[in-house]
């Protein structure tokens, strides 16, 4: 029996609560990305190196973002009048941030749980 089943069978209400973290953590990550892009193609600024060095990791229950280091910094106000500010950053990670939280507190609902439980072949009404 898979790691899986034995989660399945165990506890069903549980395993449906962390698939839907776990696809909302995902579609997050994805978003950031998206957000991103977006922001390098409306800059005069290069950036390319930078997105280049993103990755993002799902595991139960949590998201990790790597980066490169210079990436946290762009969208801090320049010091100097030459350099121009990114927002690739902070008002991107925040900014999903806000809706994750929204996502995993009011958006799990009856629909979303029938759902994940067919996806999974899991019997919720008995």
Not at 37 to 48: I, Q
Not at 74 to 101: C, H, T
Request: neutral net charge; hydrophobic residues 35%.
């Amino acid at each position: 029996m898979s790691a899986v089943q034995k989660l399945q069978n165990s506890n069903p209400a549980n395993f449906i609560v962390q698939k839907y973290i776990d696809q909302v953590l995902q579609e997050t990550a994805q978003e950031i990305y998206e957000r991103q892009e977006r922001v390098a193609a409306d800059s005069t600024v290069d950036v390319d190196d930078i997105l280049r060095t993103r990755k993002y990791h799902v595991t139960p229950g949590q998201l990790s973002l790597s980066h490169n280091i210079e990436m946290r910094f762009l969208d801090m106000k320049p010091r100097w009048k030459n350099l121009r500010q990114v927002q690739l950053y902070n008002s991107q990670i925040w900014g999903e941030f806000n809706i994750l939280a929204g996502k995993i507190a009011y958006g799990f609902t009856e629909t979303i749980r029938q759902t994940i439980a067919q996806r999974y072949n899991i019997d919720i009404n008995g």
